[in-house]
């Protein structure tokens, strides 16, 4: 229950975050620059809040129709991940949206955090599988042991 509500606090976090930044100052929208894609930064937020909203709700019904307990170390290593990606992807996101277009040059150096943090979101999900999956093997464990 401890993850399904850190999920959903982040969630809600980063909800508010991109409701108001998309009010202020942060358009909603996708730019080319020059071999750049970039996403607004309230995009960016969106797309981490679903997520993590997604990760709550995923957790939260593993605990109430699942009989066997989820892994908290496997849950926090996965939170964390998550948590990095979202910072990571967050600062890139702004970042790329007030640098100056004038010089694509210096836009090199996003490579380097953009990879740490597709990285950290794939390596988020490899402890989420596998909790997943020795909750499964425990919960048929109990169930064929009970017949």
Known sequence: MLLAKSFAAL??????????????????????????????PSLVLWFCSLTSVNFAILYY???????????????????????????VFTVLATA??????????????????????ILSFLLGLVPFFVNLVLTLIRTARARLAAH
């Open 96 to 117: 790329a949206r007030f640098w100056d277009s004038s010089h694509p040059e210096s836009l090199r150096w996003i490579v380097i955090p953009w990879l740490l943090g």
């Open 61 to 87: 019904a593993a605990e109430k129709f699942v009989p066997t307990r989820w892994s908290r170390t496997l849950g926090i290593l996965h939170f964390g991940l998550f948590s990095s990606f979202v910072i």
């Open 11 to 40: 969630g809600v976090a980063l909800a508010v975050a991109a409701a108001t930044s998309a009010a202020r100052l942060l358009a909603l929208d996708v730019q080319v620059r020059g071999t750049y894609l970039l996403f607004s």
